[in-house]
Structures are given as C-alpha cells and as structure tokens.
C-alpha cells in the first residue's frame, strides 16, 4: 500500500476542536452568526422582524405567558433563551463557553417584550439569583416605547393624564436601564397611539416630552453619558409619527439610518 493510500484510508480524528484552532477574530464572527441564526427565527412580533426597526440584532426576553403564546402560536419551536439552542455552543468546553457568553451579552441588544415594570423587576431578580454575571456583561438595551399623543377629551385633562404616563415612563426607564451596570447603549422604540393626526400643539408637546425621555437615559449613569437613539416603530394607522420620531432625531443629532427591511416594511405602507 502506497503512502499515499495509507493517509487516505486514516480514520478522522472527529474528537479535534476544529473550531478551537481558528483565529480568534474569525471564531468570533462564527460565533455571532450561528447565534444569530437561532435568534433571528424567534422575531419579537408574530409579522416579522420587518416590522421591527433595530440598531442591532435583538436577544427578546418574554414573559412567562408571552413566551408560551409565542412558541405555540407563531414560532412552532421552543425560545431561544435560556433554551437547548442557546447552550449548544456553550457546552463545547470551557473556553467557548466564555466566548459565546461573552459575545451574547456584549454584542446583541437585549429586549425586554412585551415587560411591564414589575416583570422587569422580577426578571432582575432572578438574574442576580441565578446568572448574575449577565447583569454586569449586558451592554445594549432596546425598550419599546408606545405613547399616546393626544386624547378625545378636553385639553386639560388630556395634558395632566399624559404628564401622569410621562411621570411613569421615566421611572421605568430609570429602573430598567439603571440595572444595568456595563450598559452603553439603550435604544426608544417609539410607537405612537392615536387614531387620527394630532395637532400642532400636542405633537410638539409629545416630541418635548420624548427630548425629556432620552436625556434621563443619558444621564443616569453618573460622569459617563449612555449612546441612546429613536427608532420609529411603523404604524399604518399613524403614519404622521415618523414626523415626531423625525424631530427627536434631528434634536439629539442622530445619523439617519434605515435598513433595508424597514425601509420595505415603511414603503408598504404607502403602496
């Protein structure tokens, strides 16, 4: 038997960590991709990410009852977090597990949908129990935000209810990204109720308290300002939000970016 025969005919070694002997740079990016695969089926909305404008890729947190509606109605498959799918990679070795887990909670935004404040705190909670190194590693968070601009009754009722919901939603917001330590960013998914176009003077008034919003994020880790932007959650039945979302942006400085599957899922609306 040639030489050459003899190494053909040699039984692979399948036990060689492969994927261990890689670049570190490009073991990485394999990393990002294969958990992105796994997340990117479990969308945070049943019409699809498409409808779901992001700066990043999301890493959803559901609660108990929106998760099994989730997964019977709309994902035919089990979640993502704290699932089999989310520990296939870590359970490798020691040292993958460490880059998986670094790059979960470093690279991907967490999004907390659809959580009230009290599911939150819970949530935390149980964090700090059973994984509290995922409360130190967390960088990014994106909050969806839905804010009526306007009542049907008279003016000054309107304005104190919406200075009540305005008085409310910093205290969340305080709450939420102030558990956080190692937070960077936090991204204001903003999804606007009302049923017909709102005047001139709500809608500055609406844009006046979403500027007072994104200046409590920025400020609330002390002598370190946080990354936050807007995003405008599409609505066929309120388009005219995009001209408030429009007006933050343009106050706060933000680069206009829009991906491509927003940008469809906006001109859909129009067609």
Same mark, same amino acid.
């Given at each position: 038997?040639?030489?050459?025969?003899?190494?053909?005919?040699?039984?692979?070694?399948?036990?060689?960590? &492969?994927?261990?002997?890689?670049?570190?740079?490009?073991? +990485?990016?394999?990393?990002?991709?294969?958990?992105?695969?796994?997340?990117?089926?479990?969308?945070?909305?049943?019409?699809? *990410?498409?409808?779901?404008?992001? +700066?990043?890729?999301?890493?959803?947190?559901?609660?108990?009852?929106?998760?099994?509606?989730?997964?019977?109605?709309?994902?035919? %498959?089990?979640?993502?977090? #704290?699932? +089999? @799918?989310?520990? /296939?990679? !870590?359970?490798?070795?020691?040292?993958?597990?460490? =880059?998986?887990?670094? *790059?979960?909670?470093?690279?991907?935004? !967490?999004?907390?949908?659809? !959580?009230?404040?009290?599911? &939150? =705190?819970?949530?935390?909670?149980?964090?700090?129990?059973?994984?509290?190194?995922?409360?130190?590693?967390?960088?990014?968070?994106?909050?969806?935000?839905?804010?009526?601009? =306007?009542?049907?009754?008279?003016?000054?009722?309107?304005?104190?209810?919406?200075?009540?919901?305005?008085?409310?939603?910093?205290? /969340?917001?305080?709450?939420?990204? #102030?558990?956080?330590?190692?937070?960077?960013?936090?991204?204001?998914?903003?999804?606007?109720?009302? *049923?017909?176009?709102?005047?001139?003077?709500?809608? $500055?008034?609406?844009?006046?308290?979403?500027?007072?919003?994104?200046?409590?994020?920025?400020?609330?880790?002390?002598?370190?300002?946080?990354?936050?932007?807007?995003?405008?959650?599409?609505?066929?039945?309120? @388009?005219?939000? /995009?001209?408030?979302?429009? $007006? %933050?942006?343009?106050?706060? #400085?933000?680069?206009?970016?829009?991906?491509?599957?927003?940008?469809?899922?906006?001109?859909?609306?129009?067609?």
């Amino acid at each position: 038997m040639s030489l050459f025969q003899s190494e053909q005919t040699k039984t692979p070694d399948h036990n060689s960590p &492969h994927l261990l002997k890689l670049p570190f740079e490009l073991r +990485e990016q394999i990393i990002y991709q294969a958990l992105l695969a796994e997340i990117i089926d479990r969308s945070p909305y049943p019409f699809g *990410t498409r409808s779901l404008p992001f +700066e990043r890729p999301l890493l959803s947190v559901f609660s108990d009852g929106e998760l099994q509606y989730m997964e019977k109605k709309h994902w035919k %498959c089990s979640a993502f977090w #704290g699932k +089999e @799918p989310m520990t /296939r990679l !870590m359970r490798v070795n020691k040292k993958l597990y460490e =880059e998986v887990y670094t *790059t979960l909670w470093r690279e991907f935004s !967490m999004h907390l949908a659809p !959580m009230n404040p009290k599911q &939150h =705190e819970d949530w935390v909670s149980w964090l700090q129990k059973h994984n509290p190194r995922a409360i130190q590693e967390i960088r990014h968070l994106h909050i969806r935000l839905p804010k009526i601009v =306007e009542y049907r009754n008279n003016e000054l009722d309107s304005e104190y209810r919406q200075e009540l919901a305005q008085a409310e939603d910093l205290r /969340r917001l305080k709450e939420e990204v #102030g558990s956080y330590p190692s937070l960077r960013s936090v991204t204001l998914q903003i999804y606007l109720i009302y *049923t017909s176009g709102p005047s001139e003077k709500p809608a $500055a008034r609406c844009v006046k308290r979403y500027l007072q919003l994104i200046d409590a994020c920025e400020n609330i880790k002390a002598g370190e300002r946080l990354d936050v932007k807007v995003l405008y959650e599409p609505d066929s039945e309120a @388009p005219w939000g /995009r001209d408030i979302v429009k $007006a %933050c942006q343009e106050n706060i #400085g933000q680069r206009k970016r829009t991906t491509k599957l927003l940008q469809w899922h906006l001109e859909s609306f129009h067609s």
